[in-house]
């Protein structure tokens, strides 16, 4: 698919320096983002997955973190290279970041209307009167009930649900050209999620919006994404249009994810498939697979190199040495 | 949390199956955070000599000699054979100061254990059973720290203080009085630490471990005890320090009002007593007052910096190690 | 799936009020938290009974109110005969040895400045089912063992493990008492993926090996499905919907029931593209002034005005298929 890059991120290497030693968070990963595409990153606490996206905004504090490598293009230019002013044009206003909690997003003492007209006002060059149309319409937009009286109300007089829709609409007041989405349902019951699914596929279309969508559930994933990333240990392990992921997952971690999942729309065939082990020590600098402790195929040459991402198929590369269908070297 | 915060605690520093070493325990860790406290090294530091001071001065000096009265002596300026000079009715102070150190701490360190031991008790109850009784309990801690601790002290003092008689410890005898002081000056601060004690028992009493402990079967006083107490002792720790200060200060209120320790029996505040009870001696013979006053603010100086030092390092939200 | 004679656990009519209180010296009732409303469900030896429903449906509620935890509003429990909120003495120590909880959170359900020993011989010193210390000693390490921890582990603080670990700490202490009934309040909902496959792994080896029965009380459907023999379903204190497993999520009868199901996401790209989702709208309401009538009403795609105004009975229809619903 020929899409204009929007996004295109290198060896990416984000490090954190504590008092036990240093975290190796983000150890090299490269990926790009196409205009309208919506691209999910999935993995378990710990993979790098939401680090990786804060720093490519900045938003990482500097000690104790360090951006060891790496560039993010965006628009030509390197994201990881500006100024914190810079980034403030940036942020908000062309790259917009929603979060699993809103109430750490949203200011307790301020009333909502407040917050969405202060930053259409300062991004947007909006005078008041405009501002307040345009955030009620945006209140509208998000599916939220009463839009103009409830912007006189405060985050805490909101529900779960609708927190998360005003923090979609604040993201999207600025007409942003990427949204990153960090767990934004994962604190939220089943028919809220899907309610706040179902919106954001709405508004994807209404606005050709592309996304970058983090999350552990592979459930969300399947109805969302256009491609996926799946990330172990500060590293993308594999990487493929949605369909092929789950057709036909590549690697071994891939695998033993999938094959660990219930499923709710069939029958019980089987026991869940564990995967031994525990998660990686990120206080050890990685050397050779991070998965290869845990795999069930792995072989001398991944304790000893770490895998580079390999096509596998077309749009779809994995980070292995081998091939799992065969249990021989890739 | 934010993110940075979730990606070090997420790190795992170990998998406990393999046996090595584990990390700093909780108390490493405190003490750890203890000694980056300058203050409160130096306030240790100052505490350890005091002590050493009132207890291994005691060598030098006998206690008959602390209360030997020689008039021909009296009123004299610091010297060489009496360094810190004599009192009216020519004691050495020095020696004075050593000995009432010793009653003085003591006090200190007894009227904590009352303080605590009641607190405690009654903040427990109160926070662990709730209801009427935590209703009753509250009240009642209320009216007594409504009245003003002064007036109750003297009362007290007035009503209890010649009741006791001597009493012979360690070697040492002393005025009964010092029972009565050390009782007044506990039971008249505890209610304080008794909210502190309530208020963290009331949280902790709806935490999963202890519904756990109920699921169990444990009795209430076994959870009080066994579960709950020692996830509280953070606040009792820091309390219970800052609170000897107080009471070194509470006794040097009541003694300096003639209603504390009765002499010959010496305390650092009753010392100051004798200096006050004319005028021309405050200004005329300085050296009276300004030891044993400058050992009790020295002390108590040293326990606050102390207090605070295990304050910030019991603090289990401070992340520096 | 036969209905007993003699199910282990008996809940009648259960209701759970939390009183919502005002005033400073003398307290008034000016509300109630309707966490609970008649709630009645049996569960036989040896079978794994699922709760399932959204935030602030009242499942936890019920798991610890049948413990006794709570003390009920009103309503009966009985586990082995028992009956647990009239329990004394002796009686209640032997309900509460028989009867045990695992909790959803692995950092708060441990006491952190207890050893993993202590925690895990608790239960036993308690109802003294050894004598000897070094007996003790021994058999939390076989306990130990049981769950998949290392042995050595047993002087070990909490904050030293991963969540997945604390878990299983917890499991253990969960069985130390040898009990018969266990309620798993949503035991895997705080870990990974790939752990919260390994604990329900052991959870189910432990029920063959042990002759467990669980109440498993979750928000994930795909979870549930999985490991539980019978599902009810619960909204706002109620339950609307009780069947067999595969009854239930093939042939949900509830509206509620449907809704929920349709909007579990499905890790299948191409079943999420046909999916017909039924999404509801609005919020839950609050447990403080539930809806009259039918409790769902308020966001039922297929109400009517019989449902504002009268509570559903409870039916049977199809084999042990309960339903509480005008429409179904």
Redesign the interface.
Known sequence: MDRTILLRVQDLRTRFHTPEGTIYAVNGISYKLGEGETLAVVG??GCGKSVSMMSILGLIPIPPGEIASGSALYQGRDLLQMTDAELEQVRGKEIAMIFQDPMTALNPVLTIGRQITEVLERHMGMNHQQAHLRAVELLEMVGIPSAAARLRDYPHQF?G??RQRVMIAMALSCLPSILIADEPTTAL???????I??LVIRLREQVGLAMIWIT????????LADRVNVMYAGFIVEEAP??DL?DNPRHPYTL???A??????R??DR?????PG??PNLLVEPHGCPFAPRCEFVIERCRAETPPLTPVAPGHQIACWVDIDTGAAR | MSVTDEAIAIA??F???E?EA??L??RQLTWRRFRRHKMAMFGTMMLVLLIFYSFAGALFFTEDYANLTDTSLRLQPPSREHPFGTDTVGRDILARTIYGGQISLLIGLTAMLVEVIVGVLIGAIAGYYGGWLDALLMRFTEAVFVIPSIFLLIVMAKTFGTEIPDLSLLGRTFSGSVIVVVLIIGLTSWMYLARIVRAQFISLKE???I?????????AW?IIWG?IL??TMAPIIVSATLSIAAAILSESYISFLGMGVQPPTATWGNMLQTASSDFTKIQNAPWFWVFPGLLIVLTVLSINFVGDGLRDALDPRSRAA | MNQPEHPLVIVEHLTKHFPITRGIVIQRRVGAVQAVDDVSFTIARGETLGLVG??GCGKTTVG?TM?G?YPATSGTVLIDGHNVHTAKGRE??AV??K???I???PF???????TVGAIVS??IR??KLYGSARERAERVQELLELVG??R??IN??PH???G??RQRI?IA?ALA?EPLFIVCDEPISAL???????V??LL?DLQDRLGLTYLFIA?D???V???CTRVAVMYLGVIVELADR?EL?ENPLHPYTR???????????????Q?Q?I??EG??PSPINPPGGCRFHTRCPIAVARCAGERPAWRELGSHHFVACHRA
């Open positions: 378990e606490s529900s649900g609708m019951d089943v028919t809220i999620q899907a309610q699914v179902e552990h559930d592979l459930g969300v994933v399947a109805g949605v369909d789950y033993a994810l999938l660990a999942l219930p499923r709710v729309d029958r019980r026991r869940l498939k564990s995967i525990a998660p | 795992p520093r998998a406990a199956d046996l584990p990390p325990t909780l935490r999963e471990f519904l756990a402990a109920r699921a169990t079967g444990t009795p076994q579960h020692p996830n | 959204e935030s610890r413990l935890l209640l120590m509460r040895r009867a045990q909880i909790f959803q959170d708060a359900s441990l006491n952190p400045r207890w608790e239960p308690v109802h921890l290392n050595r582990l070990r603080f030293e493990f991963s997945g670990q917890g202490r008492s990974d993926v790939s752990i919260q496959a390994q329900v792994n189910e928000h459907l795909s979870m499905r999985h490991i595969n999520y809704s929920l199901l349709s909007a579990v996401p499905v890790p299948d790209p191409k079943a999420a593209r999916r989702r999404v509801l919020d839950v």
